[in-house]
C-alpha cells in the first residue's frame, strides 16, 4: 500500500512537468494511472527498484496506453558477454536509434532481470518518439534458451547456472511484452529480413567468435526444432576423434573455427610461440589473438597462415556438410571473425565444395555478412512485430 501510494504521489508530482495527453480529461488520466497500477501489480511483486524506475515504468506504461493509429516501434537488445546493444527499430526494419551499455556482473538472476528491465525502460523513455507507440523488446542472448518462455540453461557468459526464468522475470517487470531467444537465432532473423537473407528462402547462417552460433531458415522461416534449440551448427562432428570442445563431445567444428579453435590451434602449434601470444594464451583476452595473427602474417611471418588454414578447412568440411544436408541457397558468414574472412574464406570455400555434391555446391554462395555487430539488435527487434502479427 505504501509502495502504491508513493508511486500516485510521484507519478503526479512528474506529470506536472511533462503532460502526456494534452487533450484528455483528469478523469481519462486517473482511470489510466489505476489501470496502470493494477496491471503493474498484477504482473508480480517486483517493482522496480529505485524511484525514478518506477516513474519511468509508469510514464512508458502510459504512453503506450494511448489510442489511435500510431507508429509502431520495437527494442532489439543483443545481450553478450560484457556489453549490451540496444536499439530501436521501425517496423520496416529501420534502426533509428543505438546505443552500448556496459554489462556489469551481477550476483543472481533477480539483479540481473533488475538492471535489464530498467536499462530498457530507461532506453524506450529516452528514444521512443512521442508519436511512436511500443510493440515490445526483443532480446538475444547467449546459450540455449528455451522458446518462446525465454528460460536460460547455464548461460555461458553470465555467472550463474542451471535453470533461469529470465522470461518470466522479466515480464513481471515490463510494461511491454518481451521476447527472448538465443543470440544467433536472432541474428539469423536480422539477416532474413533486412540482410543478405532478405528473399532468400533457404539459408544457414553461422556466426564466428569465441565460439560458433548458427541459425537455420528453411521456407523462409527460423527452423527452431522440437525445443527451439536447433541451429547450433558449431557442434557439427568434423573428426569424432578430434579435439576436446567445450560442450563436452570432441571433434565439433567450433573446436577449430572460432576464438576457441585459434587458441587450440596454437597450444598445438610445433612453433616457439613469441611472448606475446604465450602471455594472452594464459591470461586472455583471447578475442585479441586474431587481430595479432593478422598482423604477424601481413609483416611477413608466413607460418602463422597454418593456423587460419586449420580453421579454413574445418569450417568448409562442416559448410560441406550443411550444403549437403540443407540444400541452402547461401551460406552466410558473420561473427567478429568475419572480419578476418581475406585470412581463410576463400579456402573455406574450396574445402566446403571439396566435402559436398556437386550440385547443391554449385548454387549455394557462401558470402560475409554485411549487418556484422548489428544483426542482432535488427533480429531481435524484428522478432517483435513476427511475433505481434502471429
Ligand atoms: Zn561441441
Known sequence: MLVKQSCHRLFHRRLKV?????????????NRIILAEQTFHKKGSSPPDFPLGLILWYEVFISNSKPGDMMKYAIGCDIGGSFVKVGLLTE?????SRKTIPLPRFKDPEDFTGWVSSALVMFARQNLPDDGQLSGVGIGIPGPVKYPEGTLFDPPNLPFSGEIPFGELLRKRLP????????????TLGEARVGKGRKIRNFIYIALGTGIGGGIVVNG?????????????GHLVIDYRGRKCLCGARGCMEAYASINGIVNSLREFPYDLPG????????????KLPGILKERIERGEKHWQKIWNIFADALGAGMGSLINIFNPEKIIISGGLSYYSSLF????????RHYSFKQPAAVCEITVSKLKENAGIYGAGLLVFEEEGK
Open 18 to 30: 511533462k503532460n502526456f495527453e494534452d487533450s484528455t480529461t483528469q478523469k481519462n488520466r486517473t
Open 92 to 96: 520496416a526494419g529501420q534502426l533509428t
Open 176 to 187: 511491454f511484452p518481451a521476447f527472448i531467444d538465443n543470440d544467433a537465432t536472432v541474428q
Open 221 to 233: 522461416r527460423i527452423y527452431r526444432g522440437d525445443t527451439g534449440m536447433a541451429g547450433e551448427v
Open 276 to 287: 606475446e601470444i604465450r602471455e594472452l594464451l594464459e591470461t586472455g583476452p583471447w578475442g
Open 345 to 352: 574464406l576463400a579456402r573455406a570455400i574450396e574445402t566446403a
